[in-house]
């Protein structure tokens, strides 16, 4: 081995830092901002917008006025300056929450109902919550109606009877014929509900502990997030009966569904309302008259039913054509099939499309304000607007809602992007 | 009160059964509620206070009905309507009457089949401009936009009014009237018309009233009345009635403030004793009681109380009587006799 | 040996109907038809019932009937003596021209936005991402007020622009804007070949037709000459001659003149004026519906596996080729089906017009008719009947498209 160079190196430089454009801060904001000169010009663009923006909107909320008690009064506190009247909100959260004529004193009932929402709901969002506390989402609708309508306590109770005698009736009697188990449910529950409905005493409304609160009064973002959990839930079971109706090879039954999903998805929800505010009333018997929020349910819920059972289709038709053969192998009939094997598979890959739907038709509550029902947008472009204390302040108005509105739903589709992650077992 | 079962629970809170067929009187006794149509909110006429309390001149109709026939003024149901839905929402028997500044005309008498059992309010529609615009008639809004506010029969009076004068405009028709409002004090309208009273109150909200003038043109008759359905003679009578107690109270000096003295003894004047009942049975013939119109007075005043307490110079409005004077006082506002 | 025989004929016994598969679906099909029947024998008899207590009919005379009022953007010659069933044609045809644009607008949009999302510029994927979830969260009727409030408060009042002192000038001179809209210079041709303009117009477009039609000749003579000699010969010049010279010429000869819009008395006069409830209403629809589209497109180039790019380089082909030959007619398949679909809720959100003082059928028909004749059932039937048509269409078309491009499976 030859040694007689002059000078060798025997230990190993160390490794010299990287240059300083190519790490740190530095090498981040030259890669990911002014990689190229067309992103260099968007970012400036983009910067440039975002400061327009800031400066418009920072001055407005930091000089907010939040104490006064008219938008005259807004105008002298600010003199002039760019400002924002929140005053309208902290005089007026309640009606925009909770609508102008819900009894004031009752506040915690629907809020409460709100709490209890969540653990209702939590079982069917998270997979891996024990499966017991099921039951009390099913008892939740009955205590959810008590505390927001109050009155006696006998109507939800009644209710739940005629379900829970349904459900027996449907145990002991789908033993022998999933038909005579269906039918004889729901005579058994209509039975109990008749009887029940007439023993209630007329007057046992009157002094009941929670004090009857009519329909008619609620209102604000109570009214939109009322109507949206109560569609959403009344369309699942018609969302997935319409589903399997229009995947049926009976042609009466899957005329009637695809009809009925063509149409309903065929106009928008607003005409449907109109059909809730101007037209349904003559289609009820002439010696009643239902109340405007149940219509409008009713007319919500077929909306909402028809798109998820879209959805649901979806589902079923994804299923490998296995699935169904297997289960025809294993000598199930069709109730037991679908309760067995098809559905549970189907409504777990459609599960992220119903909440899309759920989310879409939350934000379509809001169309109610056009057939003179005060929620949250009804309240704000009626009482409010049209007061003489506050006729004239629309951005923090509609801020606000615009703010609610973004903050329910951002969360469900987020809550709805875990689980399209969280479904995703096939490998890609 | 006929009760049907139908939809278990459900029916308890949200099925009300009530007859649109026969006795509207009988079944407003039965509910012990009178469902009465307002407005969305017309400052004024019929808007919920900050209070969430419906209140306004029309408002005072429905509770005038309500006292007269439940005896409690409070015992009144408001059914928010729109221009739309306000129709259906009285032949579908869901409103019991509206009392909603709507127009008295022959085609919704005849057509729609309903009665208007009087006139509360004699209004015309008229148009508001800036002063800067220097428009001193209707008739110089040759090329204007034009800020509507829609349902009423506001659009038509316009088309007849400019169509007759030869001039042409541009319509811009707006549902509520705070966005009327906001569209207009943006410029984007150089006019904003709908009844001259709305007008006035809908100025009254302005930053600066003085800036804006309401033109002297009115365009058309707009008679508004509380409005019941065809068919019903008995329950039309007890509104007309009861609405007509209010002018006969005011006509006869009779205020909330005297009531209480007047109602308790008889007094000289025939007139003032058939009407609280102490002479005759007026109230029978109504099918009601005969204190019915004492309750009425002493629930919301008579006419003119009412008028100044909404409208006039007690409110933000400060609408003056005009036309709603009584007719002593060169007004059109009458009672028929009470006997 | 054993003799088969038929197993005994059963006897039709009622209970078979449930439990015999061979009947059961026709007796499910006639206890649905029975309740079927009845359901709408109920509402068909109720109705009758109200309507006759109401002292009330059904009747579609009205639409004969002069409608009254005006209507602030029509399409056709309409003016308050003609008849409720124009104002509802006038209706139809503002609801077909916002969703028309709005559609155009909002795939812009949606694609900017979509691709912007995944640009490797991080501040701009964020805005994006921003834009997108807010105004996908937010109800489009809060937007539609939102903007069009902005509308009204940020443009000048067209009394803005008079005086000596004017605040606010015409950009250009030629283009107006003011809160009731937009004006612009509209063409005129002062010797027109035609006596009516619109069969100028047609005559332009002819033109232009022709002129496209004559760029893909060039291009397939250029596709032609490159495959025989492998040299493209350049194509851009002979383009530009074909689009231009013709068209020049054909303006020259009919005279072709802008009326500019001049402010006269309260508003600007001449020119085109494009209405603020239109704008408004167009915007908000487009940027609304352009972040449900910019998802679309997000999810349809995420869909074409990583596979394909790389394949398409390992040809060696150009970055922009690849994604006009293998990653975009790809993608489509994914994004069009949705697409159509949003343009579907496009034209169904227009119903929202109202809110803005839009004449789209909604506020015609099923409003200022509604409102002045009380035909409710009548007009809500109707305002139904042709939301129901157009997305019957728009489904056939989509139908169409589905099979066109379906994956053939062998």
Known sequence: MNTDIAFVQTETIPPSPPPSSAIGPSKWIKDNLFSSIPNTILTIVTIWLIYTVLMQVVPWVANGVWTTSSLTECREVLQGKTGACFSVLSERWNQILYGFKYPVDSYWRPNLALVLLAFAAAPVMFF????????????????????????TILGPLVALLGFVAGGYTFKTLSMKSFA?????????????????????????????????VPSRDLGGFMLNLMLGVTCVSLSLPLGVALALGRQSNMPLIKGISVVFIEFVRGVPLITLLFVASVMLAYFFPPDSTVDLFLRVVIMITMFSAAYIAEVIRGGLAALPKGQYEAADSLGLDYPQAMRLIILPQALKISIPGIVNVAVG??????????????????MIRGPILASTEWNGVYWELLGF???LFFIVCYGISQYSQWLERRLATDHR | MKKSVIFGAATVACLSAGAAAAGTLDDVKARGKLNCGVTTGVVGFSAPNAEGVWEGFDVDVCRAVAAAVLGDSTAVEFVPTTPKTRFTALSAGEIDMLSRVTTWTLSRDADLKFTFVGVNYYDGQGFMVPKEL???????????????????????????????????YEPVPIETVAEAQQQYLAGSCDVFTTDASQLASTRATFETPGDHTILGDIISKEPLGPTVRHGDDEWADVVRWSYNTLVAAEELGITSANIATLAGEKTDNPEINRLLGHEGSMGEMLGLDADWAVRIISAVGNYGESFERHLGGQSA??????????????????????? | MSTLTDPPKESFRLSMLIYDTR????????????????????????????????????????????????????????????????AAIVGV?????????ACLTATVFGVIAGVLRLSNNWLVAKVMSVYVEIFRNIPVLIWIIIIFTIMTAVLPGPRAFRGDNATSSMVLDLFAFTNRGIYIPSPQFESGLFASAGLNWLLVIAFLIGSWFATRRVAAWATAKQEKTGERPSTLFINLAIWFVPFVLLMLIMGLTWDVPALKGFNFQGGIKVGGPLIALWFALSIYTGAFIAENVRAGIQAISKGQTEAASALGLRQSRVMNLVVLPQALRVIIPPLISQYLNITKNSSLAIAVGYADITATLGGITLNQTGRAIECVLLLMLFYLTISLLISVVMNFYNNAVKLRER
């Open chain 3, 93 to 101: 045809l503002n609801t077909l021209l916002v969703a028309f644009f």
């Open chain 1, 128 to 151: 891996d919550l024990p499966r017991k506390m099921l039951i009390f989402t099913a008892l939740y609708p009955f205590i959810a109606f008590w505390l927001i309508w109050g009155g």
């Open chain 1, 180 to 212: 005579a188990g269906f039918f004889g449910a729901i005579a058994a529950a209509f039975a109990i509900w008749i009887i029940g409905g007439a023993l209630i005493p007329e007057t046992a409304s009157e002094n009941a502990w929670l004090s009857p």
């Open chain 2, 134 to 168: 220097g428009v001193s008639s209707a008739k110089e809004l040759d090329g204007a936009t034009v800020c509507i506010q829609t349902g009423t029969t506001t659009e038509l009076n316009l088309a007849d009014f400019f169509r007759s004068n030869n001039i042409s």
């Open chain 2, 317 to 339: 409005i400060g609408l003056a009587r005009g036309l709603n004077a009584l007719w002593t006082e060169g007004g059109l506002q009458y009672s028929p006799p009470v006997r």
């Open chain 1, 361 to 378: 038709l939350f934000k379509d509550t809001t169309l109610v304000s056009v057939i003179s029902m005060f929620d949250l947008v009804g």
């Open chain 1, 401 to 403: 809602a615009a703010l």
């Open chain 3, 23 to 86: 009947y059961r679906s026709l007796t499910f099909q006639v206890i649905a038809a029975l309740v079927l029947a009845l359901s709408f024998w109920f509402l068909g008899n109720n109705l009758i019932q109200n309507l006759r207590a109401a002292g009330l009919n059904i009747s579609y005379s009205f639409l004969g009937d002069t409608s009254g009022y005006d209507i602030n953007q029509v399409l056709i010659d309409y003016d308050s003596q003609s008849t409720h069933l124009r």
